[in-house]
């Protein structure tokens, strides 16, 4: 129920979810008694994102990044004292030096729900307070990946295969795409900014000839049937794919 939960839901193919707001999209999928997410929002709101998709029918089991960024990275935490992140290698050392991002998302949060009436940010209140009063001793440790891949790695968790790509530095130097083959899902992270104009993060190894490369590369993982996930918008296709290069 929409008005149940705080992010918004949407489900795209039977036992896999997009979750929107609060940071970039976040895919889950369940297999036989276990998930997969990737992409773990802002910090303060990480809790929430593990309540709610594990309340899709499946405990997750493995998390994915796919690149550093604070709003794909920030609610590791909620997962990474019991469960496996996986990260490209590159990832790992870019976390260190961003906490004071994951801090100052502790102080915006509790301002940003501080206005939020709706009965589903109570709950959400209460983990945001609880990441705020605790910011000061938040270790880098609790963010970081904890297995780190190359140019590509495939997994299995659920009954699932699950197939990890770098195609090189393009929005970040460490994105990774997330396709699982048996559903006909990709993950692209911030490679695609769906209807939105690309951002290239140079000082993070980010670049324009390389980022056209990774679209295209992820291009040649699709079908015209294959639901393409971006780090931010709407759900598209291989067509919308296309039309961003």
């Given at each position: 129920?929409?008005?149940?939960?705080?992010?918004?839901?949407?489900?795209?193919?039977?036992?896999?979810?997009?979750?929107?707001?609060?940071?970039?999209?976040?895919?889950?999928?369940?297999?036989?008694?276990?998930?997969?997410?990737?992409?773990?929002?802002?910090?303060?709101?990480?809790?929430?994102?593990?309540?709610?998709?594990?309340?899709?029918?499946?405990?997750?089991?493995?998390?994915?990044?796919?690149?550093?960024?604070?709003?794909?990275?920030?609610?590791?935490?909620?997962?990474?004292?019991?469960?496996?992140?996986?990260?490209?290698?590159?990832?790992?050392?870019?976390?260190?030096?961003?906490?004071?991002?994951?801090?100052?998302?502790?102080k915006e949060a509790v301002l940003t729900l501080s206005a939020d009436e709706r009965p589903c940010a109570a709950k959400v209140?209460?983990?945001?307070?609880?990441?705020?009063?605790?910011?000061?001793?938040?270790?880098?440790?609790?963010?970081?990946p904890k297995i780190t891949v190359g140019d590509s790695k495939e997994l299995e968790t659920g009954g699932e295969k699950i197939i990890l790509r770098h195609f090189g530095p393009g929005h970040t130097d460490n994105d990774l795409v997330v396709f699982v083959p048996r559903r006909n899902v990709v993950h692209c992270g911030d490679l695609l900014f769906y209807r939105r104009h690309p951002f290239l993060d140079r000082e993070s190894g980010g670049t324009f000839k390389g980022w056209m490369a990774s679209v295209l590369g992820i291009v040649e993982l699709c079908d015209e049937k294959t639901l393409v996930v971006p780090g931010h918008g709407e759900l598209t296709n291989v067509k919308g794919l296309r039309e961003e290069v």
């Open positions: 129920d929409p008005e149940e939960t705080f992010f918004q839901w949407k489900p795209v193919s039977e036992d896999v979810w997009i979750a929107f707001g609060q940071g970039g999209n976040t895919l889950v999928l369940a297999g036989k008694g276990a998930a997969v997410l990737v992409d773990c929002k802002n910090a303060p709101f990480g809790a929430a994102l593990r309540r709610e998709a594990e309340a899709q029918g499946a405990p997750i089991k493995l998390v994915v990044n796919t690149h550093h960024h604070g709003d794909h990275t920030g609610g590791n935490h909620a997962f990474s004292k019991d469960l496996a992140i996986v990260a490209h290698e590159k990832c790992k050392p870019r976390i260190a030096p961003q906490m004071n991002r994951y801090i100052s998302q502790a209140r209460e983990d945001a307070k609880a990441y705020h009063n605790r910011m000061n001793q938040l270790k880098p440790a609790e963010f970081e």
